[in-house]
């Protein structure tokens, strides 16, 4: 059968012609079970793979999972145990209160250690093309186990709506979750995200079924809107994308705590384990943090001072701290003194 020319992941290429979408992933060593594969925008279900036949100028993308990242709410005042408490989204129960990213790390052997050494039970993962170019390529989904860890799919470097949510819907029928992380950014230097745009893709999302945990400003009134356009949690950012400057508003990221009926996670900025513990003191459900953690001298080890961080903050929370005065107040009594 003559040759066809398809555009695949971007590339120009010539293949055989009358090959269905199946065997083109086959003929490039992949396994049609671990990615996902969208035909001229739109997306082949993988029950269909074996019956659509690729035609003469295709386009198409072939995506897999990679590194990347990055209200049973308790006020406090209660003794309600350790910090092992636990705590629910969209229905699924974690015992842990960190999330991790999977980008920046020097290989997936040590990114698998830091998710070890934190015990998370959530990493979030970008969805990207396919090096088809390299067969051989590592997949993270042999180092991290998706059936032990929940992937947390997210639309890292998604700039508008559109992508953002042809990102996640290719996710889905990469990984078939549908709990996922939305960002939708503003511009490139800051990071931040484009709230106009973010509040567009949660709504389309909500109504497709997708449980979006979002990533917003530190902005009550706008977590507020997030929640009622079917945000499953709210991401209020500590400090810009991969800044470690910690927590720079911890009044707007306790209101934003105190008005949600959703879990509220910081998401962004955390540079240090001092910086997780008050994320979790200002009664936050739990801290994502990736830099921090890949870009430390020693990756696992800050992985762990982390969990230990985390799981500090929530007592804290839990067991109520003092009130602040403007003076001092001994602890010793003043009265019978020698």
Request: hydrophobic share 45%; aromatic share 4%.
């Amino acid at each position: 059968m003559p040759e066809i020319s398809i555009q695949l992941n971007g590339d120009q290429k010539r293949i055989a012609g009358g090959m269905s979408v199946a065997d083109l992933v086959r003929s490039l060593d992949l396994d049609p079970g671990k990615v996902a594969v969208e035909r001229n925008r739109e997306i082949v279900t993988r029950s269909t793979l074996a019956d659509v036949t690729v035609e003469d100028g295709d386009e198409l993308e072939i995506v897999h999972f990679v590194g990347g990242g990055d209200h049973a709410d308790n006020k406090g005042g209660a003794d309600d145990g350790p910090a092992t408490d636990g705590w629910s989204v969209a229905g699924l129960n974690f015992k842990s209160r960190l999330i991790v990213g999977t980008g920046k790390y020097k290989n997936f052997e040590e990114n698998a250690a830091a998710v070890e050494a934190a015990g998370a039970e959530i990493v979030t993962v970008a969805v990207r093309r396919v090096n088809v170019m390299d067969r051989n390529q590592p997949m993270l989904t042999d180092y991290i186990d998706p059936k032990k860890i929940t992937y947390l799919p997210n639309t890292a470097g998604c700039f508008n709506a559109d992508d953002a949510i042809r990102t996640l819907r290719l996710a889905r029928e990469a990984g078939g979750w549908e709990l996922v992380k939305l960002e939708v950014l503003g511009e490139a230097k800051t990071l931040y995200p484009n709230m106009r745009e973010t509040l567009a893709a949660t709504e389309v999302l909500a109504n497709e079924g997708f449980k979006p945990m979002v990533y917003c400003v530190d902005d009550p009134i706008a977590a507020k809107q997030l929640e009622d356009a079917g945000a499953v949690a709210v991401m209020p950012l500590g400090a810009p994308i991969g800044s470690g400057l910690g927590i720079q508003n911890r009044v707007t990221i306790r209101l934003i705590v105190e008005g949600a009926n959703v879990p509220v996670l910081v998401d962004a900025g955390v540079g240090t384990a001092s910086d997780a513990a008050v994320a979790m003191e200002l009664g936050c459900d739990g801290v994502l943090m990736n830099t921090a953690i890949a870009e430390a001298k020693q990756p696992v080890r800050m992985a762990r001072a982390m969990k230990l961080a985390v799981e500090a903050g929530r007592e804290a929370y839990l067991s109520g701290r003092m009130g602040r005065r403007m003076y001092a107040d001994p602890s010793s009594p003043l009265s019978g003194l020698i």
